[in-house]
């Protein structure tokens, strides 16, 4: 073995020296040469899959950053598209156009037409909105009518990308967590192509949001809550993952950015900071509408309503000067020049309505007239006249109910000051609504309640008719009763009990949200799932004070109990109402009345029985159970039961199927 190694090393060596000529040593060298080519192939075959890797993302964000920025999404946005010979005739027909339309507000017209026309003249960095504007003014004054008007004239004839503009309402972003809704509401708005972008209801968003609408305005992008990149349309965050194109803001670069506020420019301040008002390009302000400029308004629309009903209804339509002066006089400052245009529509619809009912045919002869301060339609043809009223089918509709449920609320035994309560609410609101109308300083009452008082007292049924009450009378727009309990609302883990609440306020919006023994929601300072659902229910009465109304029942004592839990709470229920306890005689008239609902009828000499029953009852029992309606319908009830297995041992001839008796009474649960 030894012999074999020596002779090996041998002819591998020669005097100290590697002998090249050795079969060996050949062979030695012919593997290292074999294992040198392998790894070097590996590394140029993994150099190349790197650099095609390298080249194919590159290439997608190029492209996604082209797609981006041709949409004013990027910061290395292009700035405006114009290509209009003449800006100067271009703005000018704009002007024109937009004053046609906003009739009154010339000089907010004339800024707003110097704000779109600044960056031509100025020039506008490509990074940065083209406009920062906030538009103040009242409702209804045509301050979003104008924006879309100008964008439209300008985008039409060339000069802006796109004739379009798009709305964010940030009142919809008014929940915790909102950020990622708003990050992902606000990119499709900024890759719907519109040249002009406006925000309104700032004051009703959440404050986490407002620091990224604030930010698109100051500097021109939003940073967002994480890492992004665009799917089908979509903005998804990635996290930390690799992805092509993966975008961390936002930008509004070619944008033109109006905010609608209202007539103190101070709130803005207050909501968004005085770096927010310093920063903007504009701050434009429409004004109060002059009689004369009413009267023009009321004409055009009148006019415009003459072209329609011929065009569309085959009506042959004029209409007298007075009936100029009485459209005029629809004006509200509530509602702005948008009250004269909701009457035009609604002459509009009421003479459709005509139309269809009736088959009118075309070619008749109409004139808008004013009588008795308001206005009618007056046609004639062929064998056939008639006078189209202004108003409208639901407000008689609305009359009724209200109407109804009056005689409903009137109808209820006894409750003479809650009823007094609910019915002077009606009042008040409409109060408001004149002070409101005629300028006037005007709060609209807050009409959350507590109902405190014994159970079987009526509290959840008067409830019930409230709902409906507020609706008739337009204190809320749905008029539903969401019933609910602490189960409801607070929930079974850390994070769950928030949006229980948010859920049934949601649910409740627009009506009443009704809430029985309310102080069980409070079990102590430990409870803290309970302190958390109050403290989410007083949020959203606020946030939400002219689209919900809460009402709390239970005890007296532990309802007092239960408001010391929140500081908040006693302020925000102005109308406690206490419920008392029924007194024997209107027991007796419930008695009779449940008797009269079940098909029955009570003999005359149940009555003085029953009387003294009561009174017993209420002398020696619980008053939490013994001077409620239960205690009637449980009389009743039993009776009834009583009433038919009398009549059951009793000949047919003797059968009387609708009368209680006394006997039936005796033994009644009390």
Do not use: W
């Not at 990074?127 to 538009?135: D, I, K, T, V």
């Not at 709902?467 to 409801?488: C, F, N, P, W």
């Not at 949601?506 to 009704?514: C, D, K, N, P, R």
């Amino acid at each position: 073995m030894k012999n074999d190694i020596d002779s090996l090393l041998n002819s591998m060596f020669r005097d100290g020296r590697l002998n090249v000529k050795s079969p060996a040593a050949k062979e030695a060298e012919e593997a290292v040469e074999a294992v040198q080519n392998a790894q070097q192939g590996l590394a140029e075959s993994l150099q190349e899959s790197i650099e095609r890797m390298t080249r194919e993302a590159q290439a997608d964000m190029a492209d996604l950053q082209r797609h981006l920025q041709g949409d004013g999404i990027t910061q290395e946005t292009a700035s405006n598209g114009g290509n209009a010979q003449d800006l100067d005739a271009a703005f000018q027909q704009a002007r024109q156009e937009v004053l046609v339309q906003v009739l009154g507000q010339e000089e907010f017209v004339n800024g707003l037409i110097l704000a779109f026309k600044r960056p031509f003249v100025a020039g506008a960095s490509v990074e940065a909105p083209l406009c920062r504007a906030a538009l103040l003014g009242k409702p209804g004054t045509g301050r979003r009518s104008a924006v879309k008007a100008v964008t439209e004239s300008l985008g039409r004839q060339g000069v802006l990308k796109s004739p379009k503009t798009t709305e964010i309402d940030l009142s919809a972003y008014a929940a915790p967590g909102s950020e990622k809704l708003f990050a992902q509401d606000l990119y499709t708005a900024l890759k719907s192509g519109a040249s002009s972008i406006l925000f309104q209801g700032y004051a009703k968003c959440h404050p986490s949001v407002l620091p990224m609408a604030a930010a698109l305005f100051t500097t021109g992008s939003v940073p967002l809550p994480g890492r992004y990149a665009e799917q089908k349309g979509l903005l998804v965050e990635v996290g930390t993952a690799l992805a092509p194109g993966a975008v961390s803001r936002l930008s509004a670069g070619g944008k033109y950015l109006f905010l609608l506020a209202g007539e103190d420019s101070s709130r803005l301040a207050g909501a968004f900071g005085g770096n927010f008002v310093a920063g903007l390009d504009d701050v434009l302000r429409t004004g109060d509408f002059s009689p004369e400029s009413l009267e023009q308004i009321a004409r055009y629309r009148l006019e415009d309503l003459c072209r329609r009903g011929e065009k569309q209804l085959g009506f042959q339509l004029d209409f007298e000067e007075e009936a100029v002066r009485v459209l005029a006089g629809a004006y509200t400052k509530e509602e702005g020049a948008a009250a004269i245009v909701g009457k035009a529509q609604a002459l509009y619809k009421a003479m459709s309505e005509e139309k269809l009912r009736k088959s009118l045919r075309p070619q008749l002869k109409a004139q808008v007239r004013a009588e008795g301060g308001a206005l009618t339609v007056s046609y004639q043809g062929e064998n056939i006249s008639g006078v189209i009223a202004l108003r409208a089918p639901e407000e008689e509709a609305q009359a009724r109910e209200l109407q109804a449920i009056k005689e409903e609320l009137a109808g209820i035994v006894g409750l003479g000051s809650v009823k007094e309560h609910i019915l002077s609410l009606e009042d008040n609101f409409k109060i408001q609504q004149l002070r409101r109308q005629r300028g006037l300083k005007a709060e609209l009452p807050s009409m959350h309640m507590i109902f405190t008082g014994n159970p079987g007292t009526g509290k959840t049924t008067v409830a019930r008719i409230v709902s409906r009450y507020l609706k008739a009378i337009g204190a809320l727009t749905g008029g539903q009763l969401v019933e609910v309990s602490r189960a409801d609302l607070v929930g079974q883990y850390v994070g769950h009990t928030a949006p229980l609440t948010q859920k049934a306020i949601q649910s409740a919006m627009g009506g009443v949200l009704f809430i029985d023994e309310a102080y069980s929601l409070y079990r102590g300072r430990d409870d803290s799932f309970g302190l958390e659902a109050i403290d989410a229910l007083v949020k959203g009465m606020e946030d939400h004070r002219d689209k919900l109304v809460v009402i709390l029942a239970g005890y007296s004592r532990e309802m007092e109990e239960f408001l010391s839990a929140n500081s908040g709470l006693r302020s925000r229920f102005p109308n406690i109402i206490e419920f008392p306890d029924y007194t024997p005689e209107e027991l007796l008239e419930i008695t009779k009345s449940i008797v009269a609902g079940m098909g029955y009828r009570l003999d005359p000499a149940c009555e003085a029985p029953l009387l003294e029953e009561y009174r017993r009852a209420q002398l020696l029992g619980d008053p939490r159970v013994n001077g409620n309606g239960r205690m009637a319908r449980n009389k009743a009830e039993a009776a009834v039961i009583a009433c038919s297995r009398r009549n059951m041992k009793a000949p047919d001839a003797e059968r009387d199927l609708e009368l209680l008796l006394p006997e039936d009474f005796q033994g009644a649960p009390a």
